[in-house]
C-alpha cells in the first residue's frame, strides 16, 4: 500500500471517528433529554432540544457519509456505484437541516405541538430512505471481510436485520408524529419519537464505525 493511500485512509478513518463521536453524543444527549421529558420535568423545554440534537445527529451522519466514501473506494474489493449512497445522503441532509429548524421554532414556542410531530415525521421518513444505503455500505463491508463463507452469512444477516430495525424505527415515529397532530396526547407521543429515534441513531452508528474500522484494519495486515 503506498504512503499517499495509507494517509488517505487514516485521515477518512479519523473523520469518521470523529463524526460518529459527535452523533454518539447528540444522540445520548436526546435520549436522556427525552427520558427527562417523559418523566414530566420540563418537556416544553427538553421536547425541542431533543428535536434538535437528533437534527444534528442527521448532519453528523451526513457529513461522515463523505469519510466513509473515501474510505470503501480505498478498501473496497468490489464495484462501488456512487448513485447507491447519494438518496441516503441528501435525505440525511435535508432532513437534519429541517430538524434542526423546527426545533428552534418550536423553542421559542412557535407552535411545538405541531412543528415537533412534523420534525418526527421527517425524521422517520429520513430513517426509511437512509436504510437502503446504510445496508449497501454495510453489505460491502461484509464482502470485504476475510472470514469464511459461515461468518460472512451471519454478518449479512445482521445487517439486514439492522436496515430492518431502522425501517421499523422510521415507520414508528412517522406513526407518532401522524397522531400527535391529530392532537391525541402530541407532548409524549413526540418525546416517544425522539427516544426511539435517538437510540436508533446511535444503536446504527456504533456499529457502521466498527465495521469500518474493522475492514481497514484486516486490509492493512493482508497488504502490509
Do not use: W, Y
Amino acid at each position: 500500500m503506498s504512503t499517499a493511500q495509507e494517509l488517505v485512509e487514516r485521515r477518512s478513518t479519523g473523520v469518521m471517528a470523529a463524526g460518529v463521536l459527535a452523533e454518539g453524543f447528540v444522540s445520548i444527549g436526546a435520549v436522556i433529554l427525552s427520558i427527562i421529558g417523559l418523566a414530566n420535568r420540563f418537556p416544553q423545554i427538553m421536547l425541542p432540544i431533543s428535536t434538535i440534537a437528533i437534527g444534528s445527529a442527521l448532519l453528523f451522519e451526513g457529513g461522515t457519509i463523505t469519510a466513509r466514501f473515501s474510505s470503501l473506494f480505498s478498501l473496497a474489493r468490489v464495484p462501488i456505484d456512487i448513485r447507491q449512497f447519494g438518496l441516503g445522503m441528501t435525505t440525511e441532509f435535508v432532513s437534519g437541516i429541517a430538524g434542526i429548524v423546527l426545533g428552534v421554532m418550536a423553542l421559542i414556542g412557535v407552535q411545538p405541538l405541531v412543528l415537533i410531530p412534523a420534525a418526527a415525521i421527517v425524521f422517520g421518513a429520513s430513517l426509511i430512505l437512509g436504510a437502503g444505503s446504510t445496508a449497501r455500505m454495510n453489505a460491502i463491508l461484509t464482502q470485504m471481510t476475510e472470514q469464511r463463507e459461515a461468518i460472512r452469512e451471519v454478518m449479512r444477516e445482521a445487517v439486514l436485520a439492522a436496515a430492518g430495525m431502522q425501517i421499523l424505527v422510521g415507520i414508528g415515529a412517522i406513526a407518532l408524529g401522524v397522531v400527535a397532530l391529530t392532537g391525541i396526547n402530541p407532548m409524549a407521543l413526540s418525546l416517544v419519537a425522539m427516544l426511539s429515534l435517538g437510540f436508533a441513531n446511535l444503536l446504527s452508528e456504533t456499529a457502521i464505525i466498527n465495521r469500518v474500522t474493522g475492514a481497514a484494519r484486516r486490509h492493512k495486515a493482508a497488504t502490509a
